[in-house]
């Protein structure tokens, strides 16, 4: 029962998993928070369902207010001020905002959206941002107290946002005091953050991914006399998390400052992504923690033919699998944390280690979603009939799973990606030599030769077969890392 024991809390499983954590204290202390305080709040939040937007004030002023009830800002600035984006810039290290990640999404896995996104309106703005920019809006992002700024990352719109070349219709021209943008995004969370970035096409610039720029789009005109800069049109009504507002924005005219070069925007909208795709694994693998932590409470309770469920070998079995392939999946996410970790700060043209850094985040994205998927859906089953109910936590986390798939890139998006790294930096190859140092050789050297096959192939099959070879190349990093962190 020891090994399972570790399930139970966020900070037990990661101090099974690493062996040096950072700032162990904050961690406890917000764990401890969730157990006292937040875990209310935010079952209350959930069971609210999609909050609404008060477009206008009384006055007949359009304000695109989003309504929840008032203990979601207590939720969503205690994260802000235990360091989930100020730790990352002051500390110059992702880790400990991708540990508190783990922590928090373990009792409310979709507010580490707010907090990812606001980190990818951080990052680039530190990076790319002009001195006069960043002294304008950095600070906010980064407070320490209740006056923390929101941040949002908005690139989908309604075309799809897998194509991104294609879908972004988004248009920028020349304003007076940088850009003004005008579009529509149809995918775009945290919709009342303070500060968004978001993918637009300068005029005139070429089509495809190659013409697309990073502009920073606060949410009131420079003005000061109040007046939105951007428009909220509707929330989403989706299966998945509550505790993130997803909207449907307009743009017009509205004020933009473009972040780095014009021509360089399809590098930074993908660093924004990474951050976002690190984020994703880390919150799946603390999702399906939970949802095995909940089937273990229940099956350690529930009786059947005499016994304990979890007593009946064919549970115990998968319990114990379960968990193998639990600490698998968190050693091919924190792998991934800690190759970002390195290579972050780095701009184009990358090193070689950042493209291994890619590789590894989309085998790390793609498995640790189905991974999640797939858990709260048996830990759903384990909870038989009362699995299925509202009051059942084994429903949200299922709810909760289906969307870790999806945004942030598809896995079809994260295997295809992948194949485009391994194909033109042949960034498997520095994964297998990483690997090799702790794998069997023939393990090894048999899917080094299956990658080949694949990447020998003509367009067409290469993309039909893709899926098979990079499932089983997520699987093998995840279990060769996984003895790695076991050490
Ligand atoms: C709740 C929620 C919140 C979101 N928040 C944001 C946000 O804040 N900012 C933001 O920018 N976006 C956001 N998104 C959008 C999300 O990133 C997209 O939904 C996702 O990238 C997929 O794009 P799409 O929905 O347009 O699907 P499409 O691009 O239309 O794709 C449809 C299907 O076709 C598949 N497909 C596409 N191309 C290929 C191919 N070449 N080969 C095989 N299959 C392919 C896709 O994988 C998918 O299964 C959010 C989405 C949701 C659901």
Redesign the pocket.
Known sequence: MALLDTLRSPLGFLQSRLPTIPHLDVLAAEQEWWKTEGVAISGTIDRAGTPWVRMFDQSGRRVDEILYPREYETMLRKGSRSGVVWRALEEKSLIPAYLLMYTISFYDPGVCCPYT?SLGTAVPLAKYGSAELQARFLPQLLRKDDSVWQG?????EVG????LGA?IKTIARPGADGWLLTGD?Y????AAAELAVVAARPEGAPPGVRGLALFLVPRYRKNEDGSLNRFIRRL?D?I?TRSVP?GEIELRDSEAYLLGPADAGIYLILEVLNLSRVANSVVSVALAQRAMADALAYGECRTAFGKRILEHPLLRRQFDDRLKSLRSAFALAWESVRLLDQVWMERPPYSERYHLFRLVAHLAKYWTAEFAVDTAKWAMEVHGGLGTLAEYGAERWLREAM?LA????????QI?DGLEVMERKQAHKMLFAQLAEIAPAAELQEMESEVQRLLNLPPDQK?AEAEAVFRRLAVLSAEQLSRKYSQ
């Open positions: 996104v949002a990352t908005w690139m989908t799809g946002g897998s194509d879908g995004k995918f775009a969370s945290n989403k989706k998945a997803t969307i999806i945004w942030e890139g598809t896995s079809h998006r295809l993309e």
